[in-house]
């Protein structure tokens, strides 16, 4: 007994400890589940960091950019932004292309709509290039750090459209490098004006040419790279008329005078091999001191040269290409990656850190208003920063930068080194900055006009036939008010031929197709109304058409509104047509989904407007009362029709050559416009007249209301109990003939 009693309490025991120790396990579980949630949102709260992905391109592995990204992000962290900002650094080891590639390389992620990176290092010059694809920083920064670059250069080289989409974040510039031990030598001062620099030169080589042959007098770097762009926008610069002058446009006096002095100075004191020399012979004379003048970018070079502004051709005149790199942020990267990417940009482009950036590497501060601190200028020559008048590189938004700077450096070198004379090298060049387009003054222009003036006279002279007894009777195919919307539809569509003149607008090009549109439904509609009533079917609905001529004008002529009102909630834009010839052009360009669609169905609409007119005079065609007007009607509607392919080919076409695609268009409207109008208006009454048909009686035959259709022999055994659309087909089939229609006396 006592032993069962004592198992009895064992077991109870027993099993009051598991259930304690499930108990217990339970808890404990739930407690960690617990801590794992707090840990979870405290993760969520504090600890979360946002990647911010950039790109940039460097010649060097020890590049500028990585110091920015290790700046930021200790920052970040002593500020807990919670932002991590990495960089993907394309350099010549990585990748094998040069920056022109790269430049390519950017435009096309940029158009994805996932984009790859967030934050964008570029060169400056590709700002219109990749402005569609960044947002507009005003829009997001503080308005003190906007003022900070409302001067200097920074809202030249870094707005699109109105917008800010980049700020500077280093800048190169160029200056004269004088070899001062030569100088000193001969008792000559730094050059401030090209006349110096060339009298200097030729009297310090003159004086050297027996002790040095390796000397040169001065480099030019007019060879065919970037390095020459750069030359050539800094020489004219620094060849404008005073120091407020603005960059001169190129084909003017003061740029062609600029020209023959820079070729004059090339043959007095250099050569075309000298100036042709690459930046490697440039680089190489500011190591080894043989040369008594250089220009190049703000380097480092022997001692035995001093840095000066480049020369002008007055004193106080200069000139010096912006070189260097801008930071952009893609539009398209979602709410929280902006904030977060316009923290690093306002860290960037800050005061302060521009401050610091201008102390440690003694380069130019983006930031102009730096130069009045006193901690700045111990350091740095404040008074000579100030001094350099910088040029950025413009260029038609419309060009790839890098094609307009190829062509830009071609033709003015057909002058430097050739025989090109400098007005047709200007004017070649000038053909790039320029839209062309034919106005009256223009040669064929001029023979346009006169030839729509013809034949305007003409059509408005023919008016008066109808007027004629003689030929009074073959207009009475249409009624008189149809004649008038046939007519004010021709004249409608001549309208699209005077919108052609002149450059292009978003007016003009809505008015040609509200000219097209509306203008071939008043002059075609009518010959419908006209045909339906001279084909006779005991269809109730067919009657009530014939019966309501103008309800198939008032319809059409609503679908012409509904899908006109399309295209206005949709504006045409203004393309830019860049020619290799460089005789550029602009075009009317529907770049929105439902303005394309809109514009392509009015197209078809009127086409099929014409196509069923031509099938309703192919039913008629064999009508001995109708068949003399209907061959006339027949080769206007083609006519008509293909008129209207052309110009929707002509559309589609790559046309080079703007004289060409004047022509072309206003020739295929012109017949679009007048072909149905001398066709079956003009040739036809005269035609008939010769012929002297009696029209009087044949219309009365053809138009008769109370005429019946009568079925062939073999369709009049079936027609008691045949449906309605059997008698429709077979009522249209005998339409063919010419011999089934009878006449109530």
């Avoid at 292309?97 to 790859?116: M, P, Q």
């Avoid at 004006?193 to 000397?215: G, H, N």
């Avoid at 392509?600 to 009362?625: C, G, Q």
């Avoid at 012109?670 to 048909?693: A, D, E, G, M, Q």
Wanted: net charge neutral; with cysteine; hydrophobic share 40%.
């Amino acid at each position: 007994m006592n032993n069962f009693k004592s198992k009895y309490l064992l077991n109870n025991y027993s099993n009051d400890y598991k259930e304690l120790v499930i108990y217990i396990r339970n808890i404990d579980i739930m407690v960690k589940h617990f801590l794992l949630a707090i840990l979870i949102l405290l993760h969520i709260l504090y600890g979360y960091t946002i990647d911010i992905r950039s790109v940039a391109y460097s010649y060097f592995e020890d590049d500028i950019y990585s110091s920015f990204v290790n700046k930021f992000n200790k920052y970040s962290i002593e500020n807990n932004l919670n932002i991590t900002l990495t960089l993907n650094l394309f350099t010549p080891s990585n990748f094998s292309a040069n920056t022109v590639d790269y430049g390519d390389l950017l435009e096309t992620i940029l158009k994805r709509k996932n984009r790859k990176y967030d934050i964008y290092f570029f060169e400056y010059m590709y700002n219109n290039r990749y402005g569609p694809y960044f947002i507009d920083l005003k829009e997001y920064l503080p308005k003190e750090h906007i003022d900070l670059y409302s001067t200097g250069f920074a809202p030249e080289i870094g707005t699109f459209e109105n917008k800010l989409v980049s700020l500077p974040i280093i800048i190169n510039y160029s200056v004269l490098y004088s070899n001062t031990k030569l100088l000193e030598k001969y008792n000559k001062p730094v050059p401030e004006t090209w006349d110096e620099l060339i009298d200097t030169s030729k009297y310090i080589m003159e004086k050297e040419k027996e002790i040095d042959p390796e000397l040169i007098s001065f480099n030019g770097l007019f060879d065919d790279s970037e390095m020459g762009t750069c030359s050539l926008f800094e020489y004219i610069y620094s060849c404008r008329d005073s120091i407020d002058s603005p960059f001169p446009s190129f084909n003017n006096d003061t740029v062609a005078n600029a020209f023959k002095y820079l070729k004059d100075m090339k043959e007095k004191i250099a050569s075309n091999e000298q100036f042709k020399e690459s930046t490697l012979y440039t680089l190489e004379k500011l190591n080894d001191g043989k040369a008594l003048f250089v220009k190049y970018w703000n380097i480092t070079p022997n001692p035995v040269y001093k840095k000066s502004i480049i020369p002008g051709i007055k004193r106080g005149i200069s000139g010096s290409t912006i070189g260097g790199e801008s930071i952009g942020i893609g539009s398209d990267i979602g709410d929280k990656k902006i904030n977060a990417s316009i923290k690093i940009l306002e860290y960037i482009t800050s005061k302060e850190f521009r401050k610091n950036f201008t102390l440690e590497t003694r380069e130019y501060s983006t930031i102009p208003s730096l130069y009045d601190d006193d901690d700045i200028c111990e350091v740095v020559d404040c008074e000579f920063m100030k001094s350099i008048q910088f040029v950025p590189r413009k260029f038609p938004p419309e060009y790839s930068y890098d094609e307009y700077s190829r062509k830009f450096r071609s033709y003015i070198y057909k002058f430097l080194y050739g025989d090109t004379p400098i007005r047709e090298a200007l004017n070649e060049f000038d053909y790039l900055n320029k839209f062309y387009s034919i106005t009256i003054s223009d040669t064929v222009g001029k023979y346009y006009a006169f030839i729509l003036l013809f034949i305007v006279a003409i059509m408005i002279g023919s008016l008066v036939l109808p007027l004629k007894s003689d030929f009074r009777k073959y207009y009475r195919i249409l009624y008189p008010d149809f004649w008038i919307f046939s007519i004010f539809g021709t004249f409608l569509m001549l309208g699209s031929c005077h919108v052609g003149f002149g450059s292009v607008t978003v007016i003009k090009c809505h008015l040609r197709v509200l000219f097209f549109s509306f203008g071939v439904s008043f002059n075609i509609v009518p010959y419908i109304c006209m045909l339906s009533k001279s084909i006779h079917l005991k269809n109730k609905l067919w009657k009530k058409i014939k019966r309501n001529s103008y309800f198939i004008l008032a319809c059409v002529l609503l679908i012409d509104n509904l899908l006109y009102w399309l295209i206005l909630m949709n504006p045409f834009t203004i393309s830019k047509k860049m020619t290799k010839s460089g005789r550029n052009y602009e075009r009317c360009r529907a770049v929105v989904g439902i303005n394309v669609i809109a514009f392509y169905i009015i197209m078809i609409f009127e086409s099929l407007i014409v196509i069923t007119t031509l099938y309703l005079a192919y039913i008629k065609r064999n009508d001995e009362h109708l068949k003399n007007d209907l061959r006339f009607l027949i080769i206007s509607l083609y006519t008509t029709l293909l008129s209207i392919i052309l110009i929707v080919l002509m559309d589609i076409v790559n046309i080079n050559d703007y004289v060409t695609k004047f022509i072309l268009f206003e020739v295929f409207y012109t017949v679009l416009s007048t072909s149905n109008h001398f066709i079956f208006f003009v040739i036809r009454p005269i035609w008939l007249y010769n012929k002297k048909v009696d029209e009087d009686h044949e219309y009365m035959k053809a138009f008769r209301s109370s005429a019946i259709v009568v079925l062939n022999s073999s369709n009049q055994k079936t027609n008691s109990r045949a449906s309605n659309s059997q008698y429709v087909k077979s009522s249209i089939i005998n339409n063919h003939s010419n011999t089934n229609i009878q006449l109530n006396p």
